[in-house]
């Protein structure tokens, strides 16, 4: 066809001494190679570079522009046409229907993935049907494959469906097995698939089932094969790379590629992508060098598999390890009730349990604790009519029942359900295993968080011995006793002890864990916090200025653990003298948090508390009193008028209502908070003795005023 079309430009061009009617192509290249003006000559719609090279004009003051499908050109040759912005898409929409409704031409142009032809398709359809953006919008979700048949495109011999159909038959006659990986991919989401990773494990060739096992089987564990494919479905442009092993297949490829299926080749293909998706998931969802494959993943597991698959669970479990707790939580929130209304597991199935379980857990991670004690303690009495009292499971409830009671803020309640089920795990499941040593841990924890904290580190120094003979003394759970024997070891007055202790096991936890580990963080971090603790404040704003990047790059810049030590880092730096640049931090930090954590978490509250107290100490005294008092109806809301960290924001509301000038009120604020903090707290309690204390001080203030400054100057001193 070139060659007779070449036949009749040599003849246009006219130069008949150069015209050889054997060789139509030698005579056009002569004359463009003598042509005095510049020329242009395109070559539309090639399939590949050896159908057109003889044609090419090798010489003369022109250009040659080439238009494809195939992506494989040399380098500083190719010029890849993106497809349109969904602004830029929009405008078009706009100005090509003459509908203004701009809200509706952006939410189409995504539904059509910026495709011009698309696009053009679908303005001449809405212009020849006179329907209106917002008409047409709900008719394409309804009939996409119709749709994409109908509206004739300006300038454009076929339809969107007829272009990309003809490239898939094409395919799969000339490459079934990348016709075949093109079906599997048009059942992913729209996103980059990491195709290597899909395609490497062999042993998913028995989850395909037959037919498609027969077309995609050999691609699995060949990555010679699977380059193969991937090179057909580039020669169509059915996929484009997208960097590090990504491909990515445009919305309305797999549009076309779903819509040629019948409704039972569509179920064994989606079943296929829902296999090689659940085969790809990564076993330890725990380790960060697996949060990079699970974030790739993400969105094709939420389009093809089910959520009472293991993939999906091992998704969800994903999100809450990484730090993404709102969402891990509606994911089990979603998978809990799948599984209560499948028929293969129904509301007491022990995976539904579990599922209930998760939820619970993250519902407290994710900023909730009350509500995860509630979920805990309803979901108790399921598991021991069930599984019974004495079930592993039933046991395990009742320690995280035990714990988020803690979380909750009734310290007290938690130290005595793990005191209550202590004795019942050692009898049942014996002394020395690993559930009654978790058990008898939490008591500890939460008998220092009660008030003891010398009981909470002599019984983790009782503890430690036993762990480290049952389990090893390299074992995580006996390397979280070291850490919480070192925390408690502080609490109870020996900041250097605790500083020296976590100084001995962080080298360890680098060893076992590797230094990029969450629990390896946790421990760097503690050390910086007890170098400060100890008197070496420069030392722990250093460590953690040090620690931040770290935790920033294997965590993730919004990691909560990450925002916490960004917290810390603002903490030190004040405490070294730098107030203001405490304040200035965490103003930065707060807004991170509230968008990631929510504005009602627990860590988002503390800094809005460290960031009034921050401003203070900044020299705006009415500034840390305004905000004290924003923040203090959300503490009573969020934990109740009576947890520790409400008290704490009376506390410090009455004090800086007086450094503010309000010495009556900051008085007859603490006359207020005294008696419940002695009620709650006890009278002996830290809080309760300062509270004590700031009502003398500012009762004198409020009365006499050369004594009370006497008074001010040695409280401060």
């Known amino acids: 066809m070139l060659a007779a079309e070449f036949a009749v430009l040599a003849a246009q061009l006219g130069a008949r ?25 395109v070559f539309d719609n090639v399939l590949d570079r050896a159908s057109v090279a003889q044609f090419v004009p090798p010489a003369g003051p022109g250009r ?44 189409l142009a995504a539904q059509l993935g910026g495709l011009p032809l698309a696009l053009e398709q679908a303005a001449a359809y809405m212009q020849a049907t006179a329907t209106t953006l917002d008409r047409y919008l709900p008719l394409f979700r309804a009939r996409q494959a ?5 509206g004739e495109a300006s300038g454009h011999p076929m339809d969107v469906a007829a272009t990309l159909g003809l490239a898939l038959s094409r395919l799969a006659s000339e490459t079934p097995a990348a016709a075949g990986l093109v079906r599997v991919l048009a059942f992913l989401a729209p996103e980059p698939v990491p195709l290597g990773l899909l395609l490497a494990a062999e042993q998913a060739a028995d989850l395909l089932g037959p037919q498609v096992a027969a077309v995609v089987g050999p691609l699995l564990g060949d990555p010679v094969a699977a380059g193969d494919a991937i090179t057909a479905l580039r020669r169509y442009s059915l996929v484009s790379p997208a960097g590090n092993g990504l491909v990515v297949v445009h919305r309305l490829v797999q549009a076309i590629t779903r819509a040629q299926l019948s409704a039972e080749a569509a179920s064994q293909w989606e079943q296929a992508a829902a296999a090689l998706i659940d085969a790809a998931v990564p076993a330890d969802v725990q380790l960060p060098a697996a ?4 974030a790739m993943l993400l969105p094709h597991a939420r389009a093809v598999l089910d959520l009472t698959s293991g993939g999906m669970w091992q998704i969800a479990l994903y999100l809450g390890c990484s730090g ?9 929130r979603q998978i809990a009730d799948a599984h209560k209304q499948s028929d293969a597991y129904g509301p007491e199935h022990p995976d539904t349990l579990g599922t209930c379980y998760d939820l619970a857990r993250l519902t407290g991670w994710a900023g909730d604790a009350a509500g995860a004690r509630d979920q805990f303690a309803a979901l108790l009495p399921i598991s021991e009519q069930v599984q019974g009292p004495e079930h592993p499971d039933t046991l395990a409830t009742r320690h995280s029942l035990a714990r988020w ?32 040593l978790a058990s008898r841990h939490e008591l500890a924890y939460w008998t220092g968080e009660a008030g003891d904290a010398a009981g909470a580190r002599d019984q983790l120094a009782a503890l430690l011995p036993i762990r480290e003979q049952v389990l090893g003394p390299e074992h995580p759970d006996t390397l979280t006793s070291r850490h919480d024997l070192a925390a408690w070891t502080g609490a109870s007055g020996d900041a250097a002890g605790a ?13 076992v864990q590797g230094p990029n580990h969450p629990d390896t963080l946790t421990d760097r971090a503690s050390l910086a916090r007890w170098t400060g603790e100890a008197g070496d404040g420069a030392g ?6 040090t620690l931040l990047p770290v935790m920033e790059r294997v965590l993730g810049t919004e990691h909560p653990d990450t925002l916490t030590a960004w917290n810390n880092l603002a903490f030190w730096a004040g405490e070294t003298g730098d107030a203001a640049g405490a304040r200035d931090r965490l103003a930065a930090l707060l807004p991170v948090r509230e968008r990631v954590q929510g504005p009602d978490h627990p860590d988002t509250l503390a800094t809005r508390h460290a960031l009034a107290f921050w401003t203070g100490q900044a020299g705006d005294a009415a500034g840390a009193r305004d905000q004290f008092a924003v923040l203090l109806p959300s503490r009573e809301r969020v934990l109740g008028c009576e947890h520790p960290a409400t008290l704490a924001v009376r506390h410090s509301l009455a004090r800086w209502s007086g450094e503010a000038g309000d010495a009556a009120g900051a008085r007859d604020q603490f006359a207020v908070l005294l008696p419940i903090v002695e009620r709650v707290l006890g009278p002996e309690h830290p809080v309760t003795l300062s509270a004590r204390h700031s009502l003398t001080f500012w009762a004198g203030e409020a009365g006499c005023g050369s004594l009370c400054e006497l008074i001010r100057q040695f409280s401060r001193t």
């Open 17 to 41: 001494e150069l015209v050889d009617a054997r060789d139509p192509v030698a005579s056009v290249h002569g004359v463009l190679a003598r042509a005095g003006s510049g020329w242009l000559v």
């Open 64 to 107: 040659v522009v080439i238009t494809t499908q195939n992506q494989h050109w040399p380098p500083g040759q190719a010029l890849d046409v993106p497809i349109l912005e969904r602004e830029v898409a929009a405008d078009f929409l706009v100005n090509r229907t003459g509908d203004p409704d701009r809200a509706a031409a952006r939410e």
């Open 146 to 150: 119709d749709l994409l048949a109908r």
């Open 291 to 294: 949060w990079s494959v699970c």
């Open 324 to 332: 993404s707790y709102p969402a891990a939580r509606d994911l089990f």
């Open 405 to 436: 009671t803690g979380r909750a803020g009734d310290a007290s309640a938690a130290r005595d359900q793990l005191a209550a089920l202590l004795p019942i795990r050692q009898q049942v499941q014996g002394r020395e295993h690993p559930g009654a």
């Open 499 to 511: 500083r020296d202790q976590f100084a001995a096991l962080l080298p360890i936890r680098e060893r």
């Open 540 to 545: 722990a704003r250093d460590q953690f200025a």
